[in-house]
């Protein structure tokens, strides 16, 4: 078979995750080109191989037995510009790129995305937020390959974003890039409103762990990480996998977790807390 793009052959996927677990994959791309993407998407469809599109892997939970497929990583294709007064991301560019971008151009309303760890494909796949701020505030429209590998635009209407959920969750989407309509500020302002959400993750977040971010999804009356603390599952380990003692609400990566571990601990995190108050939380992370 005669790829489109060298890949990596059998290679553990776990180094290009956030939580840095997962086993071996047949094949890892890294197109820099939209074009590129769309060739190994379409050479991927034509040979039968299954294939599955990362962006940065931060909210992404792969299995120990690793994937007989394609991992396809988008974040070589990274271009930010201005565009008649929109700012327009490639799916590939980080969100802490995309909120330095709008703050150099004095542009407001993504200061929440700076150190949010994914990619804007990711961001608009699950309408990533932080800090009262998420990608449906300021999105306009987006590109994307559909299931016939035909390029359509679809506005922020037809996405259907609401709390961490868009259409492209639920079809062959493919987001190839997003524009965004912000308004004008003054970026000392911007700048400061970053600065304070970065100090505010550094005091109260694990960063210093590999995590997927918020383990579970915000209860509607509840916060995940008060229901897990008061259930008394903050620290609790399974495994190399652990509720963080910093912030519950953060499941980490001691440093030889495995899959099986973090799925193991979630799991336990969601009897528990069910038992004890009566609510399901629902995890953030996806589990493939």
């Known amino acids: 078979m005669k790829h489109p793009l060298t890949p990596k052959e059998n290679i553990r996927i776990a180094p290009y995750t956030s939580m840095r677990v997962g086993g071996e994959v047949r094949y890892l791309y890294r197109p820099e080109t939209e074009a590129q993407l769309a060739e190994v998407i379409r050479f991927c469809k034509g040979e039968g191989l299954p294939y599955l599109v990362i962006g940065n892997a931060s909210n992404l939970l792969f299995p120990d037995e690793g994937f007989d497929g394609a991992v396809i990583a988008t974040t070589g294709i990274k271009e930010i510009r201005l565009e008649e007064g929109r700012i327009v991301a490639s799916c590939g560019a980080s969100l802490s790129a995309l909120s330095v971008f709008a703050m150099e151009q004095g542009l407001k309303g993504l200061a929440f995305a700076f150190g949010i760890p994914g990619t804007v494909g990711g961001g608009v796949y699950m309408n990533a937020g932080a800090y009262g701020g998420e990608i449906s ?152």
């Open 137 to 288: 505030d300021c999105l306009e429209s987006v590109r994307c390959l559909n299931g016939a590998g035909e390029e359509i635009v679809l506005t922020k209407e037809e996405l259907g974003l609401s709390y961490r959920h868009s259409r492209l969750q639920e079809e062959e989407l493919l987001l190839l890039s997003a524009a965004f309509r912000c308004e004008e500020g003054d970026p000392k302002e911007i700048k400061g409103e970053m600065d304070k959400n970065m100090n505010a993750r550094k005091e109260k977040q694990p960063l210093e762990y590999p995590s997927c971010g918020s383990a579970f999804k915000r209860p509607a009356g509840y916060y995940a990480g008060a229901l897990i603390q008061e259930a008394g599952l903050k620290g609790y380990s399974m495994g190399g996998a652990q509720v963080s003692e910093k912030h519950a609400g953060f499941v980490i990566n001691k440093g030889n977790a495995t899959a099986d571990d973090v799925k193991a601990l979630l799991a336990y995190v969601q009897k528990t807390v069910y038992d004890q108050s009566g609510v399901l939380l629902e995890p953030e992370i996806k589990i493939l």
